[in-house]
Every structure is written in C-alpha cells, then in structure tokens.
C-alpha cells in the first residue's frame, strides 16, 4: 500500500489573489501517486483517500471547523476572511467587501437593521437607512420623538419631531392657555391649535366682577362692562322687613335667615322673625304678617274665619259660634224671629203650617197657611171668596190645609159637608 506524500508550499487561493493559504499538512498541489490501488475523489473537503484493512477510505473534513471548508478554492476559510464560503452569504472583508453583513456569522443583517459596515447612508429626514435582509440598503421610520425639522419652542407650539416617519409639527391643542390670564373682565387668552396665541377678548356684559355691596336696601354685585368692571346688577331684592348685610344678603330680623321674598317664603318679624307662608299661616298672614287670632285661619293672605264660627261681636278673632244660635245662625246678626228657630245654621218654622212668606227672617215665620184667608201655602186660596166644590173654610187634612168645610154652613146652597170634610152637592 503507498500513502500521499505530505508537502506543504504557500500558494494563491483562486478566488484570493496574492493571499497566503496554509493548507493542511497532508494537502498537496501536486499529487503523486505510487502503486496506491485507491483513487482520489477529487474533493478537497472529504481529504485524501487512504488504504485501510484493504477499504480505500477518505480521510475526513480537512478543516478544524468543518463549515470554514471552501471547496471551491481548496482552502479552510473563516468568517471575515474576504470571501464567501459554505454557511455564508456574505464576507464583510477585503475582496469581498460586502455591506449589510453580520461580522460573527457572514449572514445578511435582518431586515430593518442598521448596516454594520455603515455603507447605507443618505436617508432623508425621519428615516434612518437600514438594511433589507438581502444585502441591499433601503429606509424605515425613525424612532417617534426624534427631533425634525423647526425647532421653535414658544406658548403655543414645541419643537417638531418625527411621527411615523414623516416630520410633523407639534403645536399645543386648541383652548391650551396663552398669553393674558386672569385679567378682570377678559376671556383667557388661548391657543389656536395652529401656533398662535388669540385674544379671546371680554367677558359677557352682565358678567359678576369685583366685590357685592348694598345699594337702595337691595343687595348689588358689580359687574363687567365692554372690558371693565364698571357695571351693577341686582343680586336679591330685599324683603320690606329685611336688611341687607354686606358679605351675606337680605337677612330676616334677628332669625337671620335669607327668605327669597315670594308669598311662601315672606320675611315677617312680628315674634318669632322667621320666613312664612303668608298665604295660609295663621298666625303671620298677608303682608302685614297678621295674626289672625280664635278660631281663624290664613286663606289667600286673608284672615277668614273657621267654618261656623263669625265675628260678630268686634272681639278678637271669630268669638261667635254660628250654630243653633237664634241671634246669630249661620252668619253674623242672621236673626230668626217669631215662631222659628236656629237650626244648625238655618232658620226654620216651628210648625209646619206656619211660613216665612216674605223671606225675612227677622219677622220669623210670620204667615199661617191654614187661615181661611190664606189657606194652603205662602200664596194659598181666600177660602171665604170661594165656591164649590170648596167650602168656605180652611180645613186641615192629613199634614196640608185646602178650603173645605166642617158643616153644612161651610158649603154654599145645594151643597152638604161630606164626611171627608169636602163639600158635596146636595142628591
């Protein structure tokens, strides 16, 4: 069996001119064969073919690294070695020279990635040059925030800065506070969400300014005016009974309450002070704030009396019960005269053939309905100008009265008293 014959010489690698290449000790330039029954395959990467046991066998991946094995220029490279070997797609070095490659591992730089030999450049503003993970240069949007364009910074705008990838300005928002603030009388100055600072000129005419104060027994406030506190409004008109305090308002008396002045909230200081319904409280009612006294009440601002009870005598409140009272019987001086009676709050006739014709009360019941001359009611018959069928007197039935007879002499000629009392012509 015959073995290669180990030489070592320094030669140029075919994609590296004028490089060194160190091959491994076993690799030749020229192969020289003796009686060696085995035939090389001719790859540089398996190794040599030695005889073993009689088997022709290849010696193995001649390189420390087996990926650094360049089979196309016989040599065992490395990343950064100025050419592209097995594993690799790129070689930043010298012949190469390729950019946006990864100096550990001779692979392209992701997409978006900044190129590590720093051969893409010129992106415009907003964008920063990058890699596109095949070796070429393209641009991505800078980081939000970054710095662009007008630096200016004033009320009502801040620098520029990039936003997706396009420079924008940054002016503050619509309404931001600028300019004048807190003048008496003036609107605020604001920004107008394009840079400018606006004067938003005066407060509404009418609009409360200064300090409150008491004029005409009122309470007043000051107000603006076209820019100027120079104006006056009322605030609360004071109640007659009210005095107005600086700092506080109307106030009622010594309760020191704020009543609004309408008719349920009225200001009276008759004891005890205090704000009351002069409507209906009896014992402040109207404006005057009377106190209606007995057996009375407040209705509409008016003392009134309860019901059934009158003043009829000019005391204190409503003395006077109104019931079953002949004098006085359902309103004051209503008097029922003879033959009646107070009755609740009604005159009524003691009997009942007894009536009050007339209407007046204070004569009483003063016409008999069972008269011969005014025989049935207020407006009966004369029985004494009658003739049949009636008879000459007033006869009383069974609760009524009606011209009839209580003998023959009640009737006129030819006629007979009957047994009902009615005169009857004679058979």
């Not at 730089?109 to 010129?122: E, H, K, L, T």
Request: aromatic share 6%; hydrophobic share 20%; net charge negative.
């Amino acid at each position: 069996m015959t073995a290669w014959s180990a030489v070592t010489r320094a030669t140029a690698g075919a994609s590296a001119p004028g490089r060194s290449v160190t091959r491994a000790p076993w690799v030749v330039s020229t192969r020289r064969w003796t009686t060696d029954p085995c035939t090389d395959d001719g790859l540089f990467c398996t190794g040599p073919e030695q005889c073993q046991g009689g088997v022709c066998v290849s010696a193995g991946n001649p390189c420390a690294v087996p990926a650094d094995c360049d089979e196309t220029n016989d040599v065992c490279g490395a990343c950064g070695d100025g050419m592209v070997g097995a594993g690799e797609d790129c070689d930043p070095a010298a012949p190469q020279n390729d950019n946006c490659c990864d100096v550990v591992s001779c692979t392209w730089v992701s997409a978006g990635n900044v190129d590590p030999q720093g051969i893409c450049a010129g992106a415009p503003e907003c964008q920063v040059d990058a890699c596109d993970g095949t070796g070429g240069c393209t641009t991505v949007a800078a980081p939000n925030g970054t710095p662009c364009g007008d630096s200016s910074n004033t009320e009502c705008t801040n620098p520029d800065t990039c936003g997706t990838g396009t420079c924008r300005q940054n002016h503050e928002p619509s309404g931001a506070v600028c300019g004048d603030q807190g003048v008496e009388c003036h609107l605020d100055d604001a920004c107008d969400g394009a840079g400018g600072c606006t004067d938003n000129g005066y407060l509404a005419n009418g609009t409360e300014c200064g300090s409150r104060y008491c004029g005409g027994g009122n309470y007043r406030m000051h107000t603006c005016s076209s820019g100027s506190c120079s104006g006056s409004a009322l605030i609360e008109a004071c109640d007659p009974n009210e005095s107005c305090i600086v700092g506080t308002g109307c106030r009622c008396g010594d309760s020191g309450l704020n009543c609004s002045g309408a008719d349920n909230n009225y200001c009276c200081t008759n004891p005890p002070d205090g704000c009351y319904n002069i409507n209906n409280n009896a014992d402040h009612c109207g404006y005057g704030c009377e106190d209606c006294g007995q057996n009375m009440g407040c209705s509409n601002k008016n003392c009134v009396c309860h019901t059934d009870y009158g003043d009829c005598t000019g005391a204190d409140g409503c003395e006077t019960y109104l019931v079953d009272n002949d004098t006085h019987c359902g309103a004051c001086n209503n008097t029922c005269g003879q033959h009646s009676s107070c009755v609740g709050t009604s005159c009524q006739c003691d009997y009942w053939y007894l009536q009050n014709c007339n209407g007046d009360w204070g004569d009483g019941c003063e016409t008999d309905t069972c008269s011969d001359s005014n025989c049935g009611n207020c407006f009966g018959m004369n029985c004494t100008l009658g003739g049949p069928p009636h008879g000459y007197a007033c006869v009383f039935f069974d609760g009524w009265c009606d011209c009839g007879c209580y003998g023959d002499e009640d009737c006129p000629g030819d006629w007979y008293c009957g047994p009902g009392n009615e005169c009857r012509p004679l058979p």
